[in-house]
């Protein structure tokens, strides 16, 4: 985990894809829905309906396998957009005209077809995400353990340091283990 548990009450925005953070990390599910109470958003990246689901404030249910599409698309919405931290990417990252060129490639209305996931929703995602101050990406073994598991770990990565919502208070890449509790 880039930040610590105690960080995850004052995030502005919860991005969690792959983990059923309430059923399988409750201390930290908690800490997820006292966020919420306090105006946290939630954006929830899972095919099934987890309780989480019935919290989120957008809820995307991609076809299985489809995560570094949906995630690529929405680099695309914030990097066309301009929404990406300009200063956090010339200053702290590599590669990012590489990036760029690939996740040109994914545009909303193509993700949906691969995805099965609404173009307007991937676009408000990305937005979502992209305009929060304090953002967290929260994932588990649900992403990691898939043929392309190590994709979608640094396509979460990179998301994560395209917005800057890495190495500040409540941001971050935050990865939760089966066995934490």
């Known amino acids: 985990m880039t930040n610590s548990i ?3 009450e004052e995030a502005d925005l919860f991005f969690i894809t792959g983990s059923n953070t309430t059923a ?3 201390l ?3 800490r997820i829905l006292n966020a919420k109470e306090r105006g946290a958003q939630v954006v929830l990246l899972d095919p099934r309906a987890i309780q989480l689901a019935r919290f989120a404030d957008l809820h995307l249910r991609q076809n299985i396998g489809t995560d570094v599409a949906v995630l690529n698309a929405m680099m ?4 066309t957009e301009e929404l990406y931290d300009k200063a956090f990417v010339e200053t702290r ?3 990012f005209d590489k990036l760029k060129a690939v996740v040109a490639r994914y545009s909303p209305r193509v993700a949906e077809t691969i995805s099965g996931i609404p173009a307007k929703d991937i676009e408000e995602a990305a937005r979502l995400y992209a305009r929060a101050d304090k953002a967290m990406i929260i994932y588990a073994m649900g ?3 898939h043929t392309t598991g190590v994709d979608n770990v640094k396509t979460l990565a990179n998301l994560a ?3 800057g919502h890495v ?4 941001t971050g890449v935050n990865p939760l283990r089966g066995q934490n509790n």
């Open 161 to 163: 340091m395209l917005t």
């Open 93 to 95: 990252t590599e590669g």
């Open 6 to 8: 105690g960080e995850f």
């Open 167 to 170: 190495g500040r208070p409540s």
């Open 28 to 30: 930290i599910g908690t």
């Open 76 to 79: 695309n919405v914030i990097i």
């Open 143 to 145: 992403i990691t353990q």
């Open 24 to 26: 399988q990390h409750p």
